[in-house]
């Protein structure tokens, strides 16, 4: 097979070019580290799906004063949007940018970095395949084309896993059902009077709606979840929340201490509250009561901490009061081909009927996967077939160490392959915004090149 060029400083491999594995492979630089990036899609590079399937109707969910791809440098993505420190920049931190713009201020920082940083930071457009150990310690990287990329250590950062199908559709192959509606063109085929379904309501229901209503939609849209949940909005202003020391509380006290402080000071800040303390709670509890938490407690924690810009939040709104938009809670149970459409069965929550309606299209909206043996990546596949890695207790991603490396089948973290960003949820729950894997970027970056860093690109 042919070889990458590699010199005997083996470079860390970094599979997957989006938010995490840019912001990665730029910290390993500034450290002296040589890296590969290793991306399949090259029009992901540097943007990945979040910031870069998407129009400019979509927002971020983060403020852009908490947006900085660098947790030491936090007005970095305000300078870079032409923010200077004056009163403008109080409100342009309060400011939800596209996510359009983001993408682009990754791809500059990538392009900054290469630049700046000559040989440091090499790409190679391909769909990696395997990993395997080498004799010296480091590891052989098999690529799609025949390349192999030796490394000294690897880290996978593909980000979100592709949805999981319903099971409702099981059986069901119609092309109007959408799976996957990040997938390119996957509303296209939608006419703007269509009657669609779209099963969950949180945030990644939200943006099919934008999308629809970008493109005209004015057919009828009921979006189903168990419990009919939509994300709740940021304020309009982001006030600074005051440090809180870290709860005490463990299990259903804790989720009473965390209302009795809403009450205090308002949800947001509750919430916002337990920022920095969301990895340290989640390790705190053991499986058993994760699991719990899981079951009962996300759906109220996702729509609390995971919010809407306010700007979308208002037109949500205006699509439910003119009647274009219903959001109804209930637990779907059936989908066939009608003849003329679909027709859909769902159980309303709490009651005992159910509810059939004709729709012209069915789009799952329920979020990423999560579960790494149902992931059809064959770098995933080969991993864990090979018994080198193994996902988490709770199927949430990959079982990781402290350090993000993964564990094998048998629990040892024995090789230099690491996981960050959704694939190491499993260690510290809260790892898929910005302000979770910048930190994570910079931590990880300190272990795999363990030198003072460089100058700063």
């Not at 920095?276 to 705190?284: E, G, N, S």
């Not at 770098?379 to 090979?386: G, M």
Request: aromatic letters at 4%.
């Amino acid at each position: 097979m042919a070889s990458l060029n590699v010199s005997n400083d083996l470079p860390v491999a970094v599979i997957g070019g989006g938010f995490s594995g840019t912001l990665l492979a730029i910290h390993l630089a500034r450290r002296g580290s040589r890296v590969v990036i290793v991306e399949r899609d090259p029009q992901a590079l540097a943007h990945g799906l979040a910031f870069g399937a998407c129009g400019p109707q979509h927002l971020l969910n983060v403020r852009a004063g908490n947006m900085s791809a660098f947790a030491d440098d936090p007005t970095h993505f305000l300078r870079w949007l032409g923010v200077g420190p004056d009163a403008t920049g109080a409100d342009a931190a309060n400011h939800f940018a596209t996510r359009a713009s983001y993408g682009a201020y990754l791809a500059s920082l990538l392009a900054t970095a290469r630049a700046t940083m000559p040989g440091r930071i090499a790409i190679a457009i391909a769909r990696a395949e395997d990993i395997a150990a080498t004799p010296d310690g480091g590891l052989r990287l098999t690529l799609a084309d025949g390349e192999v990329v030796r490394a000294r250590a690897a880290v996978l950062a593909q980000g979100n896993l592709p949805p999981q199908r319903h099971r409702a559709l099981n059986g069901i192959d119609q092309p109007q059902v959408i799976s996957d509606p990040w997938a390119p063109g996957a509303l296209d085929a939608i006419p703007s009077d269509a009657r669609v379904l779209l099963i969950g309501t949180g945030l990644t229901a939200i943006d099919v709606i934008q999308s629809l209503d970008a493109r005209g939609h004015v057919g009828s849209i009921i979006a189903l979840s168990r419990r009919g949940l939509l994300p709740r909005a940021h304020a309009a202003s982001g006030p600074a929340v005051e440090a809180q020391p870290m709860p005490s509380e463990r299990g259903s006290a804790l989720v009473r201490h965390i209302r009795q402080r809403a009450r205090a000071v308002g949800w947001r800040h509750a919430i916002d509250g337990l920022r920095p303390h969301t990895h340290a709670l989640w390790q705190a509890h053991d499986a058993t009561e994760q699991a719990r938490f899981l079951r009962h407690a996300r759906p109220w924690w996702d729509v609390h901490r995971h919010r809407m810009a306010p700007p979308i939040a208002q037109r949500i709104a205006a699509m439910r009061s003119a009647g274009q938009l219903a959001v109804v809670a209930g637990a779907l149970s059936a989908v066939a081909d009608s003849g003329d459409g679909l027709l859909v069965e769902w159980r309303p929550r709490g009651a005992v009927g159910i509810i059939r309606r004709a729709v012209d299209h069915v789009i799952v909206c329920t979020g990423p996967g999560s579960d790494p043996a149902q992931s059809r990546d064959p770098l995933l596949r080969a991993l864990l077939a090979k018994g080198m890695a193994r996902p988490c207790a709770l199927r949430l991603g990959l079982d990781v160490d402290a350090h993000w490396r993964l564990r094998d089948e048998q629990g040892r973290a024995a090789l230099p392959i690491h996981a960050m960003g959704a694939l190491s949820k499993g260690l510290n729950w809260e790892m898929v915004a910005v302000p979770d894997i910048r930190l994570q970027a910079q931590r990880l970056a300190e272990h795999l090149a363990p030198v003072p860093a460089a100058v700063a690109a």
